[in-house]
């Protein structure tokens, strides 16, 4: 299982374009040859609709830099898995939905993320072992939060293990209006955590990650 299977000939993705700090939806507009790694060149053709002279623009781009795009029948399917498990759906049910669905890792983690069903994550790991190499949880309030173990500044005097988390999460720990933890229990979550990531960046791989984190 590769966290770049979301790539596919003719089908849609995310591109994080670095030029114009947006993510922008393309098109794979050539077969892909396996295996896909961080340094495959992926051709995509815009698809900015809003942009008519971006149309059929064509780029040549590395596979760490897309991230999947999930269209309304994939995030219906993921509704319905949450909907059988808050129904009581067991970990034997909710695997045969999810190995049913045909979602790879990556679409899985991210409907994941855009629905917060973190409650799903141990589905993920049954049917994806490498997620728990990739990601643990942190709970707060009975509720489970992604994050990530990262080490920045590697090969310097400043190297430092870090452990990055969600803005879903940050929101819930900090008031907005005073900017301070709203609680001493928050407090200690909060200081376990060294740079709150949006969903998007949590699921890009370290080398793209670390930058971002770094420049914090």
Not at 104 to 120: G, H, K, P, T, V
Not at 133 to 162: C, P, S
Request: hydrophobic letters at 40%.
């Amino acid at each position: 299982m590769s966290r770049y299977d979301f790539i596919r000939f003719g089908g849609y993705v995310q591109w994080a374009d670095d030029s114009t700090d947006t993510l922008r939806k393309m098109q794979v507009c050539l077969p892909v040859k396996d295996p896909v790694s961080a340094d495959t060149l992926i051709e995509l053709i815009s698809t900015d609709e809003d942009n008519p002279e971006e149309v059929g623009v064509s780029y040549s781009v590395r596979a760490a830099e897309l991230l999947p795009w999930l269209d309304l029948s994939s995030n219906g399917y993921w509704q319905a898995m949450m909907a059988a498990e808050t129904n009581g759906a067991g970990m034997n049910v909710l695997s045969a939905m999810l190995k049913e669905s045909q979602l790879c890792l990556m679409e899985s983690i991210y409907l994941m993320l855009q629905n917060d069903a973190y409650r799903l994550f141990s589905v993920l790991c049954h049917n994806f072992p490498e997620v728990e190499d990739m990601f643990q949880t942190i709970t707060w309030e009975n509720r489970e939060y992604l994050a990530r173990k990262l080490t920045i500044f590697r090969g310097t005097h400043d190297e430092e293990d870090v452990l990055v988390s969600l803005i879903s999460l940050e929101n819930r720990l900090i008031d907005d209006k005073t900017g301070a933890p709203i609680s001493d229990e928050a407090e200690e979550v909060d200081g376990e955590i060294y740079y709150y990531l949006t969903d998007e960046e949590m699921l890009l791989p370290d080398e793209q990650v670390i930058p971002v984190v770094e420049s914090a």
